[in-house]
């Protein structure tokens, strides 16, 4: 079996003033692919896979239709190129938000399958926090996602999407996907599945999986920062038997919808300021303060210094900001060199819909230009407050983020980071942490956004609505 695979992957907010261009997508192609280790487990499958292109990027604004062309037509041309196969496996987020477009990934599906033509095999992984509509299910054949946000099954459901395609064309059954919206747009902090009802709505997924005529049920949360069409949750199965799918789909729904009052906020939450007093107050050594609105992991900008201004009027022991993105401000600590005394006009200058720049005086402990993702950085003792400044947007998700750049995280009583909920290496480290409903492009009191394309009515922006799964049929045409 020949098998290409590749993928365009980003979660793309509209609510961000800062599109995503074309620079800010790693591309990988050739050997690069096998060598990335996203696909470890490809030697194990009997399959000859041939690599197309794979570009990610960190969450950002839309993506420009001119990176989307590009990237589109460079993993085409070399698709195209392998000639004849089998089958595909696209490695995709599924909240791509190209600007000027409804459905991205749909587009993109449609696109592969005009090139492979209707017998081969299309199989997809996912982000659970992907948009999904019937359009796109409707041009592939095997769909798969995450199964746990914070996500810690990345490359298994990688492997699964690739082995279901293996085996489905060993078998030669032609499998479908049933897809069943569900008006309910939550954020991924409020519908984590290491909480309830999470949970029990993602681990009973295993049991659908095992029913005859089934190979795979997932359950998407959406991507409530961008204000289309298809943001919404929604129930998707794949297998052979068309009717056990759109009733297992249908009830999967109706189970998300029956739970939808009760999710929440699985960190206690509050203002920046409450966060910061309550951090202050806390026995524990270390508190771990999510900037939520700026959270760069779900597209905001990652320039706002509003919680750095809060925390020097706090006057804390220590602390750490990470970080805020700042090339000018960089640029300036580096001319000035370590040790030096800066005054900085700080962060404010992308993001000017939520911010604007804070001026602070500090002085210069460290600079780094070894990352590639974040590009130059700046490590500045503001007060009590070290403050990580990045050339490029980033995110600090892991500890070593902080500790290539010499600083401890634990060392200090507060360290802010942009994030909503903690990734899995900071929640490991973390003995508290509180998130703070900060303004910006990922605020996470949805109320506040400006939707107008969303469907409405739409939980719980209308909260007494009421909804009935319905079934769909499959066709995209
Ligand atoms: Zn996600």
């Given at each position: 079996?020949?098998?290409a695979?590749?993928?365009?992957a980003?979660e793309?907010?509209n609510f961000?003033p800062v599109?995503s261009?074309l620079?800010?997508?790693i591309?990988?192609?050739?050997?690069?692919?096998f060598?990335s280790?996203?696909?470890?487990f490809?030697?194990?499958?009997e399959?000859?896979f041939l690599?197309?292109?794979f570009a990610?990027?960190?969450?950002g604004?839309?993506v420009t239709?001119?990176?989307y062309?590009t990237?589109?037509?460079?993993l085409?041309?070399?698709?195209?190129?392998?000639?004849?196969?089998?089958?595909?496996y696209l490695?995709?987020?599924g909240?791509m938000?190209?600007?000027?477009m409804?459905d991205?990934?749909?587009?993109?599906a449609?696109?592969?399958?005009?090139?492979?033509g209707p017998?081969a095999?299309?199989?997809a992984?996912?982000?659970?926090?992907?948009?999904?509509?019937?359009?796109?299910?409707g041009?592939?054949?095997?769909l798969t996602?995450?199964r746990t946000?914070p996500?810690?099954?990345t490359v298994e459901t990688r492997?699964?999407a690739c082995?279901?395609?293996?085996?489905?064309?060993?078998?030669?059954?032609?499998?479908?996907?049933?897809c069943?919206?569900?008006?309910?747009?939550?954020?991924g902090?409020?519908?984590?599945?290491?909480m309830?009802?999470g949970?029990?709505?993602?681990?009973?997924?295993?049991?659908?999986d095992?029913?005859p005529g089934?190979?795979?049920?997932s359950?998407?949360?959406?991507?409530?920062w961008v204000d289309?069409?298809r943001?919404?949750?929604a129930?998707?199965v794949?297998g052979?038997?068309?009717e056990v799918i759109h009733?297992?789909a249908?009830?999967?729904?109706q189970?998300?919808w029956?739970?939808?009052t009760e999710f929440?906020?699985?960190?206690p939450?509050?203002s920046?300021?409450?966060?910061?007093t309550?951090a202050?107050?806390?026995?524990?050594?270390t508190?771990?303060i999510s900037?939520s609105?700026?959270?760069t992991?779900a597209g905001?900008?990652?320039?706002?210094?509003?919680c750095l201004?809060?925390?020097l009027?706090?006057a804390?022991?220590s602390a750490?900001?990470a970080?805020?993105?700042?090339?000018?401000?960089?640029?300036i600590?580096?001319?000035?060199?370590?040790?030096?005394?800066?005054?900085?006009?700080?962060g404010?200058?992308?993001?000017?819909?939520h911010?604007?720049?804070?001026?602070?005086?500090?002085?210069v402990?460290g600079?780094?230009?070894?990352?590639?993702?974040?590009?130059?950085?700046?490590?500045v003792?503001?007060?009590?407050v070290k403050?990580?400044i990045?050339e490029?947007?980033?995110a600090?998700?892991?500890v070593?983020d902080f500790?290539?750049?010499g600083?401890?995280?634990m060392?200090h009583k507060i360290?802010v980071?942009?994030?909503?909920?903690?990734?899995?290496?900071?929640?490991r480290?973390?003995p508290?942490?509180?998130m703070?409903l900060?303004p910006g492009a990922a605020?996470?009191?949805?109320e506040?956004?400006p939707?107008q394309h969303?469907?409405?009515?739409?939980y719980?922006?209308?909260?007494t609505?009421?909804?009935k799964?319905?079934?769909?049929?499959?066709?995209a045409d």
């Amino acid at each position: 079996m020949r098998i290409a695979f590749g993928g365009i992957a980003i979660e793309a907010s509209n609510f961000s003033p800062v599109p995503s261009t074309l620079n800010d997508f790693i591309v990988l192609t050739d050997q690069a692919l096998f060598d990335s280790g996203r696909y470890p487990f490809l030697s194990e499958l009997e399959a000859e896979f041939l690599p197309t292109l794979f570009a990610s990027a960190l969450p950002g604004g839309a993506v420009t239709a001119n990176a989307y062309q590009t990237l589109k037509t460079d993993l085409l041309a070399r698709l195209t190129a392998w000639g004849p196969v089998d089958g595909v496996y696209l490695d995709l987020h599924g909240a791509m938000y190209v600007a000027g477009m409804a459905d991205a990934e749909a587009d993109l599906a449609a696109a592969v399958r005009a090139v492979v033509g209707p017998n081969a095999l299309i199989a997809a992984s996912m982000d659970l926090h992907g948009n999904i509509t019937p359009a796109y299910t409707g041009q592939i054949d095997l769909l798969t996602a995450y199964r746990t946000a914070p996500h810690r099954d990345t490359v298994e459901t990688r492997h699964k999407a690739c082995r279901m395609l293996v085996d489905a064309w060993t078998n030669g059954v032609r499998p479908q996907i049933a897809c069943v919206p569900i008006p309910v747009l939550l954020s991924g902090e409020s519908t984590r599945t290491d909480m309830q009802p999470g949970q029990r709505l993602w681990a009973a997924l295993d049991q659908i999986d095992q029913l005859p005529g089934v190979l795979d049920a997932s359950l998407f949360v959406g991507f409530a920062w961008v204000d289309e069409a298809r943001a919404h949750a929604a129930a998707v199965v794949t297998g052979t038997d068309p009717e056990v799918i759109h009733q297992a789909a249908a009830q999967l729904a109706q189970t998300y919808w029956d739970a939808r009052t009760e999710f929440h906020f699985g960190t206690p939450v509050g203002s920046i300021d409450e966060c910061i007093t309550w951090a202050l107050a806390a026995p524990e050594t270390t508190v771990f303060i999510s900037d939520s609105g700026d959270n760069t992991t779900a597209g905001a900008v990652g320039d706002l210094p509003l919680c750095l201004a809060r925390v020097l009027i706090h006057a804390p022991p220590s602390a750490v900001v990470a970080g805020i993105t700042d090339a000018a401000a960089v640029a300036i600590c580096e001319a000035a060199g370590i040790g030096a005394t800066v005054e900085l006009s700080l962060g404010g200058k992308l993001d000017r819909i939520h911010g604007q720049p804070l001026p602070v005086r500090g002085q210069v402990l460290g600079l780094f230009d070894s990352d590639r993702e974040k590009g130059h950085q700046a490590v500045v003792q503001v007060e009590t407050v070290k403050v990580i400044i990045t050339e490029r947007r980033t995110a600090f998700t892991r500890v070593s983020d902080f500790t290539q750049v010499g600083v401890d995280p634990m060392a200090h009583k507060i360290v802010v980071v942009k994030l909503g909920y903690l990734f899995p290496d900071l929640l490991r480290v973390a003995p508290l942490a509180y998130m703070a409903l900060s303004p910006g492009a990922a605020d996470q009191a949805l109320e506040r956004l400006p939707y107008q394309h969303i469907q409405r009515p739409m939980y719980p922006l209308d909260k007494t609505m009421v909804w009935k799964p319905e079934m769909l049929k499959l066709d995209a045409d």
